[in-house]
């Protein structure tokens, strides 16, 4: 099975950066995109960006849109996420998944921008806190 390790959390004052990385390894299953998403304390999981494999076309939400950019490495089995003018209701943990074009099998999953995504990595901490 797919295996997401992402890293690059931390703590950063309002209005910093941060860049995530998430390596991608373990499947040989294809998969339609590679997206970010993320979870507040007492709060669902929302989407934030993705990728779409075949062509790389971007989504974002509404709520990072022209702050926050999702690229993929040339090999493509590393994407990041360059995070700019942070806000506090940035403060979460950052997941990275896949969808993926096989049986979803018994597994959670989230309806993000046109994507089923149901493979997920740990997730890495990200505070935005003065």
């Known amino acids: 099975q797919v295996q997401l390790v992402e890293s690059g959390g931390g703590v950063v004052q309002p209005g910093g950066s941060l860049r995530l990385s998430c390596a991608i390894s373990?499947?040989?299953?294809?998969?339609?995109?590679i997206g970010w998403f993320r979870q507040a304390p007492g709060k669902e999981r929302e989407g934030v960006s993705s990728i779409t494999t075949s062509d790389g076309s971007l989504f974002y939400s509404d709520s990072v849109k022209g702050r926050f950019t999702t690229s993929r490495d040339n090999n493509k089995n590393t994407i990041y996420l360059q995070m700019n003018s942070l806000k506090p209701e940035d403060t979460a943990i950052y997941y990275c998944?896949?969808?993926?074009?096989?049986?979803?099998?018994?597994?959670?999953?989230?309806?993000?921008?046109?994507?089923?995504?149901?493979?997920w990595g740990q997730g890495t901490q990200v505070t935005v806190s003065s």
């Open positions: 373990g499947s040989t299953a294809d998969h339609y995109a």
């Open positions: 998944a896949t969808a993926p074009s096989g049986p979803l099998g018994n597994t959670d999953y989230v309806d993000f921008g046109g994507w089923i995504f149901a493979r």
